[in-house]
Nanobody, 111 residues
Framework: QVQLAESGGDLVQPGGSLRLSCAAS????????VDWFRQAPGKGREFVAR???????NYAASVRGRFTISRDNAKNTVYLQMSSLKPEDTAVYYC?????WGQGTQVTVSA
């Protein structure tokens, strides 16, 4: 079973950018879909973006046009590039495939 490890979370000012990484223990080139979810304080987990094996992607309406999900098969890593960050993007961000979740990485958007 593949294991996932997120990194890249940080404190950033509104309007700033951040790139999250999700390192997989196995070949992501064979994984059909890899998702990013997030959970804000006091709220449930929310879908953010999905990367498909063929290269296409889906996004939640709240992040479309600001976030980009991508894969680097050579590094077995999935990225989430986030720009024009807002305070409401503050959350723990998780990488997910199937029933496997990473441990999460904290993103805080605040002045």
């Amino acid at each position: 079973q593949v294991q996932l490890a997120e990194s890249g979370g940080d404190l950033v000012q509104p309007g700033g950018s951040l790139r999250l990484s999700c390192a997989a223990s196995g070949l992501i080139s064979s994984i059909a879909t890899v998702d990013w979810f997030r959970q804000a304080p006091g709220k449930g987990r929310e879908f953010v973006a999905r990367s498909f094996i063929g290269g296409s992607a889906n996004y939640a309406a709240s992040v479309r046009g600001r976030f980009t999900i991508s894969r680097d098969n050579a590094k077995n890593t999935v990225y989430l590039q986030m720009s024009s960050l807002k305070p409401e993007d503050t959350a723990v961000y998780y990488c997910v495939t199937g029933n496997t979740w990473g441990q999460g990485t904290q993103v805080t958007v605040s002045a």
